[in-house]
Nanobody
Framework: QVQLVESGGGLVQAGGPLRLSCAASGSIGSINATGWYRQAPGNQRELVARITSAGRTYYADSVKGRFTISRDNAKNTVYLQMNSLKPEDTAVYYC?????????WGQGTQVTASS
């Protein structure tokens, strides 16, 4: 079992930065990859960024060059640094961790970029 707790969401002006945190606990040694997804009203949940246990990263085209995913192994925490936020980045952001056979989700945190 893996538990995920997100924090750091909020309201920010377009163009501003925000950093999300995802703290993991439980069987963290079994995690293969941790990612950030987002879901805006009326839209499907989409992958924003992911980092594997080997440190490989992936970014959706819409956030490349603006968002950075990183992790602090000592704190069992994955971060999503979001810069140059746009109104279209507004969504609920979810942390996701994948083990060999199971996908775990956090409760979500709201990010709102106002124009």
């Amino acid at each position: 079992q893996v538990q995920l707790v997100e924090s750091g969401g909020g309201l920010v002006q377009a163009g501003g930065p925000l950093r999300l945190s995802c703290a993991a606990s439980g069987s963290i040694g079994s995690i293969n990859a941790t990612g950030w997804y987002r879901q805006a009203p009326g839209n499907q949940r989409e992958l924003v960024a992911r980092i594997t246990s080997a440190g490989r990263t992936y970014y959706a085209d819409s956030v490349k060059g603006r968002f950075t995913i990183s992790r602090d192994n000592a704190k069992n925490t994955v971060y999503l640094q979001m810069n140059s936020l746009k109104p279209e980045d507004t969504a609920v952001y979810y942390c996701n961790a994948v083990t060999g056979s199971v996908s775990y989700w956090g409760q979500g945190t709201q990010v709102t970029a106002s124009s």
